[in-house]
């Protein structure tokens, strides 16, 4: 080990160390790659190929063994420069998780937070019986029971969505603290955590690599596929769009109403929890609304019952933030599971190396009726 310095901070030094040890892993997964691609025989035909093949074979895999070797030497010293330390003097309490430590033995995978999110998939979730969920607070109620007043025909003018903003203060001001060594190796293992996560979990990386790349530009999510991999949400949303819909069956008839009636839709901002993985990395908890007409008919010579048909757009919002409370362990395959807080990420962005957004999604005009 190189001669000893002092005046580190040590967390910060094994913080870095972990994050070299994790990168050289990486590099080995790359290194796998290339080297079983040169040593394939099948697709290497002619004079140029074999040339940059043996290039492969003589310079870039010895090349990547050095940066290799370099890493480890580099993760060694950093651990320990924070042993001599230690030894030296009384650091005190070190608060907060070690930079992708693996948990201890009683960490519960299934209790995994989501970013800006309280607590794990079994208490604490927003949407659970002992939580009043994300659509308590200052958002927009939407009309009351989700129906406006009827007006006689098959149209009415759209009521758009209601007023919708973050319900909870996030991490705190961006770029409100000065980065330090730790926050730079934070950024730089969240990020291979995402490109690890990219395969299993694509919106999960994407989410969390649009955090880390510091824009706060809102996030457009892909609506359709989170209903399709969600079926728990989609029941939830179904059978709102049924009770609505009722509702103003119920309406029309009681009025007496001889032709058909359209009521405005206007939802507030329920709370949904979501269920996949890759979902509950990428928004754990949100709010949808909807918004559009519910047309009531009354019976004809083809219809002897009165039915429903109902038109509506569902919007979905989030703020992407992390809370600075919990710790978020991504089970990922192999030997390697890494572990980051949620504080770690939340410094991230009080120190101006990631940035908290909206994340919003819109759907195609659904329609519905019994």
Excluded at 310 to 330: C, F, P, V
């Amino acid at each position: 080990m190189a001669d000893v310095f002092m005046g580190g901070d040590t967390e910060a030094l094994r913080a870095f160390a972990q994050a070299v040890r994790t990168g050289r892993i990486a590099l080995g997964e790359v290194r796998a790659t290339v080297s079983l691609g040169a040593r394939s025989e099948g697709f290497w035909r002619g004079e140029d190929a074999e040339a940059f093949r043996e290039r492969i074979l003589s310079s870039v895999l010895p090349e990547l063994d050095a940066i290799e070797q370099a890493l480890a030497g580099l993760g060694d010293d950093a651990d320990g420069h924070a042993e001599e330390q230690d030894r030296a003097s009384d650091p005190g309490d070190i608060d907060g998780a070690v930079l992708l430590m693996p948990p201890g033995p009683g960490f519960r995978p299934e209790t995994l937070p989501r970013a800006g999110r309280e607590g794990g998939r079994e208490h604490g979730r927003r949407g659970g019986d002992s939580d009043p969920g994300p659509s308590q607070g200052p958002l927009g109620s939407g009309l009351p029971d989700g129906l406006g007043d009827p007006v006689p025909g098959t149209s009415v003018p759209d009521p758009r969505m209601p007023e919708w903003h973050p319900v909870d203060p996030g991490a705190g001001d961006w770029g409100s603290e000065e980065p330090g060594l730790g926050d730079l190796a934070a950024h730089e293992a969240a990020t291979l955590m995402a490109s690890l996560m990219s395969a299993m979990w694509p919106d999960a990386a994407e989410n969390l690599l649009h955090f880390l790349g510091n824009s706060g530009t809102d996030r457009e999510m892909d609506l359709a596929a989170y209903l399709e991999d969600e079926p728990g949400i989609r029941s939830q949303i179904a059978e709102r769009e049924r009770g609505i819909g009722q509702l103003a069956l119920d309406r029309a008839r009681e009025s007496g109403a001889q032709g058909p009636v359209t009521f405005p839709v206007q939802t507030g901002w329920p709370g949904v929890t979501a269920s996949s993985d890759n979902w509950y990395y990428a928004t754990g908890s949100g709010n949808y609304s909807m918004n559009g007409q519910v047309t009531v008919y009354p019976p004809d010579a083809t219809h002897p019952e009165w039915r429903y048909e109902m038109e509506t757009t569902l919007n979905y919002r989030d703020q992407y933030n992390w809370d600075g409370s919990k710790a978020t362990k991504i089970d990922l395959p192999g030997p390697f599971d890494p572990t980051i807080t949620d504080e770690q990420l939340a410094e991230l962005h009080r120190a101006g190396l990631a940035r908290e957004y909206q994340l919003h999604g819109t759907s195609e005009r659904r329609t519905s009726g019994p």
